[in-house]
């Protein structure tokens, strides 16, 4: 089992940067692809960004590429996504989620991502 917490949330104007952090327990992410989803009220979750653990590669949903940065930190079981230039539309809860042992895809899709944290709020005010 991998337990999941995201911290970072919160009010923030626009234009401004927030850091969100994931931390694991339980086993390790050092061999898992990990991603961040956001999702509004009454919307579907939305893929944001993912990593790979074997290489650190990357890839971002259209909507925050150039402005989103994940990273992740495996010796920490850590992963973090830098979000710059902030948007009233970005206001969503975050969640971050793992994928399965060695899976080398960078998926978009939630459905192939098996531990999920309980998501953490990020308000951004016009």
């Known amino acids: 089992q991998v337990q999941l917490v995201e911290s970072g949330g919160g009010l923030v104007q626009a234009g401004g940067s927030l850091r969100l952090s994931c931390a694991a327990t339980?086993?390790?992410?050092?061999?898992?692809?990990m991603g961040w989803f956001r999702q509004e009220p009454r919307k579907e979750r939305e893929f944001v960004a993912a990593?790979?653990?074997?290489?650190?590669?990357?890839r971002y949903g259209d909507s925050v590429l150039g402005r989103f940065n994940i990273s992740r930190d495996n010796a920490k079981d850590t992963v973090y996504l830098q979000m710059n230039s902030l948007k009233p539309e970005d206001t969503a809860v975050y969640y971050c989620?793992?994928?399965?042992?060695?899976?080398?895809?960078?998926?978009?899709?939630?459905?192939?991502?098996?531990?999920w944290g309980q998501g953490t709020q990020v308000t951004v005010s016009s």
């Open positions: 990593i790979k653990w074997s290489d650190g590669s990357t």
């Open positions: 989620a793992a994928r399965p042992e060695g899976s080398s895809v960078l998926s978009t899709a939630s459905i192939y991502y098996e531990y």
């Open positions: 339980g086993r390790t992410l050092s061999r898992r692809n």
